[in-house]
């Protein structure tokens, strides 16, 4: 019997240090002062728009020989003279492929020339995010323990404290008294003190 139990507590043993030696050690990284452990890196796209301005030069213009064209309606020479000297907007959108945004284009155009031309680009730019946990803490937990059987009714009752580790390895340490029945109604109560040790398995 005696060989039994310290071959089960040598299988034991055996198999918390494999535990121990395969399990890869963890990537900690700080957020706002505080660590965490970076879990398995998970890779979402997100779309933020950021605008630039791009400076663009002006294109050339080529004027063309001019045609005079008889009318029988008399022009209005003024309104042509102020729509001559008169600045005009056009704007336009250029959409890029994919999912890659636009650019807005605007012309600004007086005098049969293009005066400038702004081009703003609305771009969506890919972010990653990376999934992180709390690092585990320790923690101490406190309570009461009883125990009932056919005999005695109330075999036992007691208290106790449980440790759980950083490395979520649980401690217990409990005392109270055992009541044993002798005759009928008269027992007997012997104090006692036990603990034990956890590891966690999955």
Same mark, same amino acid.
């Given at each position: 019997?005696?060989?039994?139990?310290?071959?089960?507590?040598?299988?034991?043993?055996?198999?918390?240090?494999?535990?121990?030696?395969?399990?890869?050690?963890?990537?900690?990284?700080?957020?706002?002062?505080?660590?965490?452990?970076?879990?398995?890196?998970?890779?979402?796209?997100?779309?933020?728009?950021?605008?630039?301005?791009?400076?663009?030069?002006?294109?050339?213009?080529?004027?063309?020989?001019?045609?005079?064209?008889?009318?029988?309606?008399?022009?209005?020479?003024?309104?042509?003279?102020?729509?001559?000297?008169?600045?005009?907007?056009?704007?336009?959108?250029?959409?890029?492929?994919?999912?890659?945004?636009?650019?807005?284009?605007?012309?600004?155009?007086?005098?049969?020339?293009?005066?400038?031309?702004?081009?703003?680009?609305?771009?969506?730019?890919?972010?990653?995010?990376?999934?992180?946990?709390?690092?585990?803490?320790?923690?101490?937990?406190?309570?009461?323990?009883?125990?009932?059987?056919? !005999?005695?009714? @109330?075999?036992?009752?007691? $208290?106790?404290?449980?440790?759980? +580790?950083? &490395?979520?390895? %649980?401690?217990?340490? !409990?005392?109270? @008294?055992?009541?044993?029945? $002798?005759?009928?109604?008269?027992? +007997?109560? &012997?104090?006692? %003190?036990?603990?034990?040790?956890?590891?966690?398995?999955?």
């Amino acid at each position: 019997m005696k060989n039994i139990i310290i071959a089960a507590l040598s299988l034991i043993i055996a198999v918390q240090l494999v535990f121990i030696i395969r399990k890869p050690k963890p990537q900690i990284v700080q957020v706002k002062g505080d660590p965490y452990e970076v879990q398995v890196p998970i890779t979402d796209t997100q779309y933020i728009p950021e605008i630039k301005y791009v400076p663009v030069k002006a294109d050339t213009i080529v004027h063309d020989s001019i045609v005079y064209v008889p009318t029988a309606v008399n022009p209005d020479t003024l309104k042509i003279v102020a729509s001559y000297y008169m600045k005009k907007v056009f704007k336009d959108t250029l959409r890029l492929n994919g999912a890659m945004g636009y650019l807005l284009v605007q012309d600004t155009v007086a005098e049969n020339k293009l005066l400038g031309r702004k081009v703003t680009p609305k771009l969506n730019m890919r972010a990653f995010t990376e999934v992180v946990k709390e690092q585990p803490k320790r923690v101490i937990y406190y309570g009461f323990n009883t125990g009932f059987n056919k !005999d005695n009714v @109330v075999s036992h009752i007691g $208290t106790g404290i449980m440790i759980k +580790t950083k &490395t979520e390895k %649980i401690y217990q340490l !409990d005392i109270g @008294v055992a009541n044993r029945l $002798t005759t009928g109604t008269t027992g +007997t109560f &012997t104090p006692y %003190i036990g603990g034990g040790v956890y590891w966690k398995i999955k």
